[in-house]
């Protein structure tokens, strides 16, 4: 089903599945929806008509999650079947089979920014792959139950996965390597804009101070830059948003925002 997101209003209901609609994803670029279902297949909708476009049959189980990346023109889904199929957007012709996973793929996402595709596994890990050779990047291990949920913030310069062992990790994506797919084993990465200011902050570090300079690494790109028990300087604007000066905590307080 299709809902206005101002009113609510029911716009149109795509019927053309022959079981379970188990994902769904939206590109308003390419004015487009995909579909996953438990027939096995991927079916791709005009957004505005409704008007089925095309189906996509190549997975030999249920598929479980779709993403859809306009900027790099293709349709991921990810399946029961172990495996993840690579589609070319415009024609739903089957670009690629990645197969690694050794239980059903739970979750699949896309970062055109990053060159990446992760798909997340029952099999307990987080699998990165490059985007446009299929290519086996990395295995991400750490969660202790199958993994449900994958997400990508190429601006962040993060993956982020849910599991069912209640929690959820973040993966670091190497700043000098997005576009090309490099992956750190865990942590977050700090953008070009961080590492400036870092390097100022050393070079005012060691004229001003004996103390030494950390950074320490919030969520949503956000860090605050630590000299001795003071901190010294931050970006994050939500706390600022509260009316709340980080400059004036100690750093011992760090434990408690992060």
Excluded at 10 to 16: I, M, P, S
Excluded at 56 to 63: F, R
């Amino acid at each position: 089903k299709v809902w206005e997101l101002k009113t609510g209003r029911l716009l149109n209901t795509l019927k053309g599945h022959g079981d379970w609609v188990t994902s769904v994803a939206i590109s308003c670029e390419a004015g487009l929806i995909a579909s996953g279902s438990s027939d096995n297949t991927v079916k791709v909708w005009e957004l505005k008509t409704g008007r089925l476009l095309n189906t996509l049959k190549g997975h030999e189980s249920y598929v479980t999650s779709v993403a859809i990346s306009c900027e790099a023109g293709i349709i991921a889904s990810g399946s029961s079947d172990n495996t993840v199929n690579v589609w070319e957007l415009k024609t739903g012709r089957l670009l690629n089979t990645l197969k690694d996973h050794e239980s059903p793929v739970s979750s699949v996402a896309i970062s055109g920014e990053a060159g990446i595709i992760a798909s997340g596994s029952r099999d307990k890990t987080v699998k990165v792959w490059d985007l446009k050779t299929g290519r086996l990047l990395n295995t991400l291990k750490d969660h202790e139950s199958p993994v449900s949920s994958v997400a990508i913030s190429g601006e962040a310069g993060i993956i982020a996965s849910g599991s069912w062992d209640g929690s959820i990790k973040e993966w670091g994506l190497k700043p000098e390597t997005v576009g090309t797919g490099g992956i750190t084993g865990s942590g977050t990465s700090t953008s070009d804009r961080l590492a400036d200011h870092v390097q100022a902050l050393e070079t005012e570090s060691r004229v001003t101070s004996g103390s030494e300079l950390t950074i320490h690494i919030l969520p949503e790109e956000e860090w605050l830059a630590i000299r001795g028990d003071k901190i010294i300087s931050t970006n994050a604007q939500r706390y600022a948003a509260l009316g709340i000066n980080l400059t004036n905590f100690p750093a011992r307080a760090i434990a408690l925002i992060q």
